[in-house]
């Protein structure tokens, strides 16, 4: 891991990699959501839950990067914090909306797929409520981020909630398993082999290939698009001063 | 030691003094417990069954409210700057405010607290033990919440912003106690969820300083 973002904390080799490597996961993203969401149409249905096992495909990827996208930010928040990185800075601002947007997805399709099958679209379990705070987390982040005017400020204070947050929600996640417990335990990746079976194996983990690339894709161009803002804003600085 | 003692005998006075100090908190509090079967209906069976956690979260609500002001006032008049130069190190500082903070709200809400519950249905043997959850909880509370308002100093809308922030790092105190009273009403084995509070709130005492105070430089740099 270490060599790829020490190569790229030089902004201009990061904006010359970004420039390709952007689409590249962009197309390797809709490939692998093509096949996969073939695959997944393709499946036989559930025995008990017939074609709402499908929701599967979506949901369980979109649970899976809400908290991977969470770990990025606070990573790139500690670098930003440590070695007051500019790049890092803008990665952590430009994960945020991407994480609170796979947290909405895991809430909106879990609930979708709770109707059918728990007879509810919400219960107040733990699995779901932890997400929902990972979800109020990525709200506070961002609030906070934007009620500060000055923009380092904002941005270090931004990242001391990331990193609070990161400790916190272990905790948040161990209290409400204790709370309450409805939702079932780990079952793809677990002891003594996956739960699934391997036709609905295949799509899920195809699916969070995709969305892991359309994430990377996404971010890329949203820390490209940070990058440009703020030399634009350094630009015109340098024009109203001149 | 006679710096911190300095220190404290400041900020507990500034709280308690500060806009009406618990009066505020404590009146909000009485104002939700108010509401609250209102909202619900007057049937005591079904009052009983939800007093405590009633009680409890409104505590967490009332002591949001006072955190604004934990460091904002501090700050706008440029007493945080000489704070951060003192030889006490700032992160002491930020924990002796919390402290304040929990002697001057935390600890009359506590003394509020089974009222509300015993007004709104609950057990009068449950009084006990709503009186050290509050107190334990206020703890936590208080140094989590002075994450909060260490981190929106220089915002706009800080105080809303606080609470944004804050709400979310309640969820684990307000279970645990939540969890012990609720035990303790149906006669179950209620330990384990007043541990589980007490260590977070000893978590929130030794960590928040250090958030608090890195987010204190980063405002005043």
Known sequence: ????????????????????????????????????????????????????VRILFIHIPAAWMSEFVYACMAVASLLALVFRHVLADAAAQAAAPLGAGFTVLALATGSLWGRPMWGTYWVW?????????????????????????????????????????????????????????????????????????????????????????????????????????????????????? | MSRLGTLLARETALAWGRGGGPLVSVGFYAGVATL??????????????????????ALALASLLSLDRLFERDFEDGALDH??????????????????????????????????????????????????????????????????AALSLGARRGGLLTAVIVLPLFVPPVIFGGGALAAFAGGLPWPGGFILLAAYAAAAVALGPLAMAAACRNALS
């Open chain 2, 83 to 148: 704070l951060a130069l003192s030889p006490v190190p700032l992160e002491l500082t930020c924990a002796v405010k919390c402290l304040g903070q929990w002697l001057a709200t935390g600890a009359p809400l506590a003394l509020a607290a089974p009222i509300a519950a015993i007004g709104l249905g609950a057990k009068l043997d449950m009084t006990p033990l709503i009186l050290a959850c509050a107190l334990i909880g206020g703890l936590a509370f208080a140094f989590t919440g002075g994450i909060g």
């Open chain 2, 36 to 57: 609250l079967p209102l909202a619900i209906g007057p049937e005591p069976a079904r009052l009983a069954a939800i007093a405590p956690g009633a009680a409890w979260v």
């Open chain 1, 125 to 242: 379990d733990a699995r779901l409520t932890s997400v929902l705070a990972l979800l109020l987390i990525y709200v506070a982040y961002m609030a906070l981020r934007a009620s500060i005017d000055d923009e380092t400020k904002g941005a270090r204070a931004a990242a001391i909630l990331a990193l609070v947050g990161a400790v916190n929600l272990p905790i948040i996640h161990y209290s409400v398993t204790w709370w309450n417990t409805l939702h079932q335990g780990p079952s793809v990746f677990r002891a003594g082999g996956s739960a699934l079976a391997p036709v609905f194996y295949w799509p899920a983990i195809l699916l969070a290939l995709a969305y892991m690339s359309a994430f990377g894709s996404l971010w890329l161009v949203r820390i490209r698009g940070e990058i440009w803002r703020r030399r634009a804003e350094a630009a015109a600085l340098r024009a109203a001063r001149a």
């Open chain 1, 1 to 52: 891991m270490l060599p790829a973002p020490a190569f790229l904390t030089n902004p201009e080799r990061f904006m010359a990699f970004s420039r390709w490597a952007a689409p590249m996961f962009g197309a390797i993203a809709v490939a692998l959501a093509v096949v996969g969401l073939y695959l997944g149409w393709t499946a036989p249905e559930d025995y008990q839950q017939g074609a709402t």
